[in-house]
T-cell receptor, first 112, second 115 residues
Framework: NAGVTQTPKFQVLKTGQSMTLQCAQD?????MSWYRQDPGMGLRLIHY???????DQGEVPNGYNVSRSTTEDFPLRLLSAAPSQTSVYFC???????????FGPGTRLTVL | AQSVAQPEDQVNVAEGNPLTVKCTYS??????LFWYVQYPNRGLQFLLK??????LVKGSYGFEAEFNKSQTSFHLKKPSALVSDSALYFC?????????????FGTGTRLQVFP
């Protein structure tokens, strides 16, 4: 049982480049979320999903897209990276609305 | 809209002394409340949660938290701090009503326990 996995661990992009951050979980959790962590800002919710085919926006969705075609995977896409998207990104999953979230190890993204 | 406030950026405490990390929340309905801890260069780990029932919740590593509905607070406590408790602590809230599934985090409180 690997839990929540994220790839890559580190990434450097140039402004305007696109990329996809991968997130997968093997716990059959319906709920999955993406957060970004910035100093002094805590964790801010980007997008979340309550099941395959269902996604919704969080607090800071601009510049990011998501899709949920399977229960296991929840990729986060940056279509045109900007320096303001330099951050640490965490993916998380949970069994239900009242259950605790399990977090992945994070992806540290730098946009030059 | 739901929100969480952690009014202290940092809490300093001597080893062996009790510690409190404060959290207040705002939701339209009843809250689901969570505490997480983050050690350096690591992801977040779950400590404890309040869903319903007893207002005093016990969690991992000797931590506990008290839900106070009238003060809309969910402060994290430990009777005797350890140096190894030094980390970043996050409070989070989800509105129990089904009109939203967002889990919103506070800005975090850094706990420093001195020997």
């Amino acid at each position: 049982n690997a839990g929540v996995t994220q790839t890559p661990k580190f990434q450097v992009l140039k402004t305007g480049q696109s990329m996809t951050l991968q997130c997968a979980q093997d716990m059959n959790h319906e709920y999955m979320s993406w957060y970004r962590q910035d100093p002094g800002m805590g964790l801010r919710l980007i997008h979340y999903s309550v099941g395959a085919g269902i996604t919704d926006q969080g607090e800071v969705p601009n510049g990011y897209n998501v899709s949920r075609s399977t229960t296991e995977d929840f990729p986060l896409r940056l279509l045109s990276a900007a320096p303001s998207q330099t951050s640490v990104y965490f993916c998380a999953s949970s069994y239900s609305r009242s259950a605790e979230q399990f977090f992945g190890p994070g992806t540290r993204l730098t946009v030059l | 809209a739901q929100s969480v406030a952690q009014p202290e950026d940092q809490v300093n405490v001597a080893e062996g002394n009790p510690l409190t990390v404060k959290c207040t929340y705002s939701v339209s309905g009843n809250p689901y409340l969570f505490w997480y801890v983050q050690y350096p260069n690591r992801g977040l780990q779950f400590l404890l949660k309040y869903i319903t029932g007893d207002n005093l919740v016990k969690g991992s590593y000797g931590f506990e938290a008290e839900f106070n509905k009238s003060q809309t607070s969910f402060h994290l406590k430990k009777p005797s701090a350890l140096v190894s408790d030094s980390a970043l602590y996050f409070c989070a809230v989800r509105d129990a009503a089904f009109n939203t599934d967002k889990l919103i985090f506070g800005t975090g409180t850094r706990l420093q326990v001195f020997p």
